[in-house]
C-alpha cells in the first residue's frame, strides 16, 4: 500500500492561494461596501461609523438631493457619457471589423507588422499621450470639441478590439470566405453579410470593454474637453460637482453611487459574455 503525503511546497502554495484570494477579495468589496452604506447616512453617522449598517437611520434624502441638484447635473451626465458610449462603440466596429479581417486574412509578412503596430497601442499609458493629443487636436481645429474627444476615444480603442477581432476570425474557416467570392460577393460583402455575423461572441466583448472604459474614463474628457465648453461625462460632473463640497460626505458619496452603480450592473450582468467572447478566439479550431 502506497501513501502519498503532500510535499512541504505543496503545502505552502495551498495556503498561499486562499490567502491572497482572500485579500484580492476584501481589497475589492471593502470599498463597495463602504461607498453603498455610507451613501444613506448622515454626516455624523459616517464619521462615527463608516462601516456600519444604515439601519435605523437609513435615508434617501442624500441619494435623491444628488439626483436633482443643478449643480451636479448627475442626470445630463449620464445622457452624455450614453451619447460617447454609443458613438465610439459603432466607429470602433466600422474601422476594426474590417482592419481585423485584413490583417486575420492576410500571410503578407507586411500585414502582420501593421497587427504588431496596433498592438503596440496597448503598451503606451493612456495619460502619457493625453499632451501630444491636445497639440494634435489644437493643430487640426478639434481642441475642447466633443468631435476631438470622440476621435481620441475611437483612436484609444482600436488597438485592443483589433486584437481580438484577428483572433476571433481567425478560427472561422476560410472555405467559407471562399464560397462567396464563388457566389459573387467581394471582400467587404463577403466581411459584413458573412464573417461579420459569426463574430458575434467578440462584437459583444469589445462592446462591453470599450463601454465600460468609456464611461469610467476621467483624464480625457477632463483635459480635451475645458470646463467651458457645459459637456460634462458622468465623472467630470460628479468631480466638478464635489469637488467644493470634498468635506461634505453627504454630498461625496451619494454622488460617487450613481457614478458607479450603472456600470458595476452592467458589467455583473454582462460578464459571461466577456468571458465567452475572451476565450472563444484563444484556441484555433
Known amino acids: 500500500m502506497v501513501v502519498h503525503t503532500q510535499t512541504e511546497p505543496g503545502r505552502r502554495r495551498g495556503i498561499v492561494r486562499p490567502v491572497m484570494l482572500t485579500l484580492l477579495f476584501l481589497a475589492m468589496t471593502v470599498p463597495v461596501y463602504l461607498l453603498v452604506v455610507n451613501s444613506f447616512k448622515t454626516q455624523e453617522d459616517i464619521l462615527n461609523n463608516p462601516f456600519s449598517l444604515p439601519v435605523g437611520d437609513l435615508t434617501l434624502d442624500y441619494l435623491w438631493a444628488a439626483v436633482n441638484s443643478p449643480q451636479y447635473n448627475v442626470i445630463g451626465g449620464y445622457g452624455f457619457t450614453l451619447f460617447l458610449v454609443v458613438v465610439v462603440d459603432v466607429l470602433c466596429i466600422l474601422l ?74 481567425r478560427t ?19 466581411f459584413w453579410t458573412i464573417v461579420f455575423p459569426l ?8 462592446l462591453i470593454l470599450n463601454s465600460i472604459g468609456i464611461w469610467n474614463d476621467f483624464v480625457s474628457p477632463q483635459i480635451l474637453l475645458s470646463p467651458g465648453s457645459g459637456r460634462y461625462t458622468v465623472t467630470t460632473a460628479i468631480y466638478a460637482g464635489i469637488s467644493q463640497y470634498s468635506t461634505d460626505l453627504t454630498k461625496v458619496f451619494p454622488n460617487l453611487l450613481l457614478a458607479v452603480a450603472p456600470v458595476v450592473i452592467f458589467f455583473v450582468y454582462m460578464q459571461r459574455h466577456i468571458i465567452s467572447g475572451l476565450t472563444v478566439g484563444a484556441v484555433k479550431g
Open 172 to 190: 472561422i474557416p476560410v472555405s467559407i470566405d471562399q464560397a462567396a467570392m464563388i457566389d459573387g460577393a467581394g471582400r467587404l460583402r463577403t
Open 96 to 169: 476594426a471589423g474590417p482592419a481585423a479581417y485584413v490583417i486575420a486574412r492576410s500571410l503578407k509578412r507586411r500585414t502582420q507588422l501593421v497587427l504588431l503596430y496596433f498592438l503596440a497601442g496597448t503598451f503606451i499609458p493612456a495619460a502619457a499621450l493625453v499632451i501630444p493629443v491636445i497639440y494634435v487636436l489644437r493643430s487640426v481645429g478639434l481642441a475642447n470639441t466633443v468631435t476631438g474627444l470622440v476621435a481620441h476615444d475611437v483612436a484609444s480603442t482600436l488597438p485592443v478590439s483589433i486584437f481580438l477581432f484577428v483572433g476571433f476570425i
Open 199 to 206: 463574430m458575434r461572441p467578440a462584437v459583444v466583448t469589445v
